[in-house]
Structure formats: structure tokens, C-alpha cells
T-cell receptor, first 111, second 109 residues
């Protein structure tokens, strides 16, 4: 069964450093999403991406964040200068029709 | 935006017991999904169920779209069912999912 793959599964970074989280979507899917879950809280939407551009973003997705599909297969989330409060689980999701498929997540720890 | 409310927030069961988790939503939905978040933080897709009833082993779900709620049934619970169960909805294809706050389930031996 096709699945969404995220790498790395866990990343520890120092405050102020840049991180790139990677996702390989299911091949024929057209809509891509990043979500974030701070420990103990609900899953929150960050950004959606369709036709090589951002289609929607939440107020969380500020200038610190960016997304791109650098090579037509990977879908990346870049956090430019990480803060302690960026520590969270980050999920990539993709969809073709109405059902969304989630990756296993990347646990980001900022120290 | 659409509001998603889940109940109960916390639930403790003994192994073998049955349970019902509820998800209420404030508007018509295009998509409704149930997820189980395991102790490692992974989101496991349980059901895609914008309407109707589905069953998968000991789990089943029913969504009554006209009354804006969905129910997740867990029968003969096992300790491995422990974790957080999330309901998530969206109102249009391409839109992001809105998650509820989840029901935290603990199944004790």
C-alpha cells in the first residue's frame, strides 16, 4: 500500500539553527500539507501546497517557515531560525481525493 | 472555521470493555477521518468516514452527517488500544483538516 514517508524521524537542533524536514508524498497525489503538534496538544494545520504553490496557510506559518518541492518528488518544510517553541511533532499529509494520508511524523526538539 | 468537539476527553477502561467515542462538528463536512495516535506519536488512519458506517475488526465508526456527529466504537478493548483518538474534518476538497482535541484512552490489564 502506498504511504507517505517522512525523514528524519527525530531531529535535535540548537536554537537559531535552520532545519529542513522532508516528505515523500504518494506519487499521484496533488495536495500536500504540513501539520504541527506540540506535545500534549491537538494537531494544527500549518500550510497546504497545490500546483507548486501555497494554497492556504495558518497564522502559525510565518516568515520563519517555507515549503517547496525541490525535485518534483520531495516536499520540504524549512524552519529558518528555530526557537524553543518550535519543538513539536511535524506531520506531512497528502491527498488525491478527499481522504488524507499522513506520514509517521518528525519529532523536532530544539535545545 | 468549523468547530470539532470530542468527548470524553479522557477514558480509562479495563481490558475487554467496550467504549464509544464521540465527535461533534459544527458544519457540513466533505471529509471526516478518525486517527489513533500511538505512544510513539504516529498518527494511524483508522477510518475515512464522511457518512455511513464502517467496520474494521474490533473497531467500527458511524457518521450521521445530517446531525453532525460521528461515533467510534471500540469493542473488547486491549492494552494496545491505549493512546489518543482524534477526529478530523474538512469542509471542502483541498482544504486542511481541522482536528479535535482528542480522547485519551488508557486500557488497563
Amino acid at each position: 500500500e502506498p504511504e507517505v514517508t517522512q525523514t528524519p524521524s527525530h531531529q535535535v537542533t540548537q536554537m537559531g539553527q535552520e532545519v529542513i524536514l522532508r516528505c515523500v508524498p504518494i506519487s499521484n497525489h496533488l495536495y500536500f500539507y504540513w501539520y504541527r503538534q506540540i506535545l500534549g496538544q491537538k494537531v494544527e494545520f500549518l500550510v497546504s501546497f497545490y500546483n507548486n504553490e501555497i494554497s492556504e496557510k495558518s497564522e502559525i506559518f510565518d516568515d520563519q517557515f517555507s515549503v517547496e518541492r525541490p525535485d518534483g518528488s520531495n516536499f520540504t518544510l524549512k524552519i529558518r531560525s528555530t526557537k524553543l517553541e518550535d519543538s513539536a511533532m511535524y506531520f506531512c499529509a497528502t491527498r488525491q481525493g478527499t481522504e488524507a494520508f499522513f506520514g509517521q511524523g518528525t519529532r523536532l526538539t530544539v535545545v | 472555521g468549523i468547530q470539532v468537539e470530542q468527548s470524553p476527553p479522557d477514558l480509562i477502561l479495563q481490558e475487554g470493555a467496550n467504549s464509544t467515542l464521540r465527535c461533534n462538528f459544527s458544519d457540513s463536512v466533505n471529509n471526516l477521518q478518525w486517527f489513533h495516535q500511538n505512544p510513539w506519536g504516529q498518527l494511524i488512519n483508522l477510518f475515512y468516514i464522511p457518512s455511513g458506517t464502517k467496520q474494521n475488526g474490533r473497531l467500527s465508526a458511524t457518521t450521521v452527517a445530517t446531525e453532525r456527529y460521528s461515533l467510534l466504537y471500540i469493542s473488547s478493548s486491549q492494552t494496545t488500544d491505549s493512546g489518543v483518538y482524534f477526529c478530523a474534518v474538512d469542509t471542502n476538497s483541498g482544504y486542511a483538516l481541522n482536528f479535535g482535541k482528542g480522547t485519551s484512552l488508557l486500557v488497563t490489564p
